[in-house]
């Protein structure tokens, strides 16, 4: 089997770079672990920058994103029983976020991959990256009980935190950054109205909450939860009850609740691996970084990856010039350092980090920082145009000539 760019991971990198490079023209192979349907059902991220929307729109999926997708101008912090809004499109010029569901995106270039004949092997087994080094490498994998090899020009390893391509660069070469948080999201889903037409972002003594949405009627929220609970250790009710204490005093008194649809607990961290590229080998989005999901940048990261290597994939088949690979991680790292250091800024702000170890001062002394730091930024309008500009995204860097 032979294909120009070899994929591993039909997350949402994996799809929409599929897509892009298929647009202009070059051949790809997707291989996936688990079953579409198991990828559906990782609920995930909710909010999409506007670079992300364009990357979906020039990849030709975005028919039911821009018709279902709902354009927020702002969202709220809410501390110490107010609530200041950032208002994202007075802020930044104009600019905006999307809000629409990571698992409707996925849906989208699931079904625009199926209906443009593009391959993608679900359910492969033990894929191992070959010769990346080389100019002729290559993916093994198992599949329905066989043993294959795709050989190809490049490989994409879009294969999340857990997958083998990141493994593939040699220990002595990659450079690894890593922040453990000590406590994690507990994330509910909802067939119930969302509790404000906007985002609310929670600090609160009791834990951080945020309370989301999918669409008008679906709601998504989520508590800080120590690291040490398990979903079965929270019922319907308790989640409710906890939710209820920490929104601010109007929100909670008009919260609808109702049975979840999903509930789930995710780790925090951030974490880099440098450098994202090793020989033919490129690592892209969750393959290479991770961040808390507090600042909504996760999969934006996984775009913008996309997008640097799509140019760069166009620029060497269409004129012919791969040296160009060498600026990918360069230029990807940039701006997931800008994504990571706001993801990790946020966190600090908004969560109670209890009587946990906080670095070289104690807790309390951290939290008083922190505290003035969120005053601070919110009581004056720079300090919000700085969140803003943020939030909605920063610029994706061109390929040099
Ligand atoms: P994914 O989605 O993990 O997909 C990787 C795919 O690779 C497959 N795979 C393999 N395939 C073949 N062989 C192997 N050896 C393989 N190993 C793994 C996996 O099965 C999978 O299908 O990575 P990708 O595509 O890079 O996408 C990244 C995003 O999923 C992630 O960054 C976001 O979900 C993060 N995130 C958020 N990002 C945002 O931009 N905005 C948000 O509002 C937001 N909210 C969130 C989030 C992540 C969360 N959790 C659970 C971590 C909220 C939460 C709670
Ligand atoms: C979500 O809706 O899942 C979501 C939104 C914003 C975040 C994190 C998660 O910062």
């Given at each position: 089997?032979?294909?120009?760019?070899?994929?591993?991971?039909?997350?949402?990198?994996?799809?929409?770079?599929?897509?892009?490079?298929?647009?202009?023209?070059?051949?790809?192979?997707?291989?996936?672990?688990?079953?579409?349907?198991?990828?559906?059902?990782?609920?995930?991220?909710?909010?999409?920058?506007?670079?992300?929307?364009?990357?979906?729109?020039?990849?030709?999926?975005?028919?039911?994103?821009?018709?279902?997708?709902?354009?927020?101008?702002?969202?709220?912090?809410?501390?110490?029983?107010?609530?200041?809004?950032?208002?994202?499109?007075?802020?930044?010029?104009?600019?905006?976020?999307?809000?629409?569901?990571?698992?409707?995106?996925?849906?989208?270039?699931?079904?625009?991959?199926?209906?443009?004949?593009?391959?993608?092997?679900?359910?492969?087994?033990?894929?191992?990256?070959?010769?990346?080094?080389?100019?002729?490498?290559?993916?093994?994998?198992?599949?329905?009980?066989?043993?294959?090899?795709?050989?190809?020009?490049?490989?994409?390893?879009?294969?999340?935190?857990?997958?083998?391509?990141?493994?593939?660069?040699?220990?002595?070469?990659?450079?690894?950054?890593?922040?453990?948080?000590?406590?994690?999201?507990?994330?509910l889903l909802s067939d119930t109205p969302p509790a404000h037409s906007e985002l609310i972002y929670c600090k609160h003594e009791r834990g951080f909450a945020l309370a989301s949405m999918r669409s008008e009627?679906?709601?998504?929220?989520?508590?800080?939860?120590?690291?040490?609970?398990?979903?079965?250790?929270?019922?319907?009710?308790?989640?409710?009850?906890e939710l209820k204490k920490r929104l601010p005093q109007d929100i909670a008194e008009n919260l609808v609740t109702g049975p979840s649809l999903e509930k789930s607990i995710a780790p925090l961290r951030s974490?880099?691996?440098?450098?994202m590229q090793y020989g033919r080998l490129f690592l892209v989005g969750d393959a290479a970084h991770i961040v808390p999901p507090t600042g909504a940048k996760g999969l934006n990261l996984a775009a913008s990856?996309?997008?640097?290597?799509?140019?760069?994939?166009?620029?060497?088949?269409?004129?012919?010039?791969?040296?160009?690979?060498?600026?990918?991680?360069?230029?990807?790292?940039?701006?997931?350092?800008?994504?990571?250091?706001?993801?990790?800024?946020?966190?600090?702000?908004?969560?109670?980090?209890?009587?946990?170890?906080?670095?070289?001062?104690?807790?309390?002394?951290?939290?008083?920082?922190?505290?003035?730091?969120?005053?601070?930024?919110?009581?004056?309008?720079?300090?919000?145009?700085?969140?803003?500009?943020?939030?909605?995204?920063?610029?994706?860097?061109?390929?040099?000539?």
């Open positions: 089997m032979k294909t120009q760019v070899a994929i591993i991971g039909a997350g949402p990198s994996g799809l929409l770079l599929g897509q892009l490079l298929a647009k202009q023209g070059i051949d790809n192979i997707i291989l996936e672990r688990v079953t579409g349907d198991y990828v559906l059902g990782r609920i995930r991220a909710g909010i999409l920058e506007q670079g992300f929307a364009d990357l979906v729109r020039e990849a030709g999926v975005a028919e039911r994103m821009d018709a279902e997708g709902e354009v927020h101008d702002g969202f709220d912090i809410a501390s110490e029983g107010k609530r200041v809004r950032i208002d994202l499109k007075g802020l930044t010029g104009g600019k905006t976020v999307v809000c629409y569901g990571q698992v409707e995106i996925t849906q989208d270039l699931m079904l625009a991959r199926e209906a443009a004949g593009l391959q993608t092997f679900y359910e492969a087994n033990d894929v191992q990256p070959q010769d990346v080094k080389t100019d002729a490498p290559s993916l093994t994998f198992e599949y329905q009980g066989e043993s294959y090899r795709l050989e190809c020009d490049y490989i994409a390893g879009c294969d999340g935190f857990h997958g083998v391509s990141r493994q593939t660069i040699p220990e002595e070469v990659r450079t690894e950054y890593e922040r453990v948080y000590p406590f994690g999201w507990l994330g009627t679906r709601s998504r929220y989520y508590l800080q939860v120590p690291l040490a609970d398990k979903v079965e250790d929270w019922s319907d009710d308790a989640f409710w009850a974490f880099v691996c440098e450098p990856d996309v997008a640097t290597l799509y140019k760069i994939m166009t620029r060497v088949y269409q004129q012919n010039d791969p040296d160009c690979i060498s600026q990918y991680s360069d230029i990807a790292l940039r701006r997931v350092w800008n994504g990571e250091r706001f993801s990790w800024w946020m966190s600090n702000m908004l969560h109670n980090f209890g009587q946990m170890e906080t670095g070289d001062m104690d807790a309390a002394t951290f939290k008083r920082f922190m505290d003035s730091e969120l005053g601070y930024f919110l009581g004056s309008e720079n300090g919000r145009r700085v969140i803003a500009e943020q939030y909605v995204g920063l610029p994706y860097e061109e390929l040099t000539d």
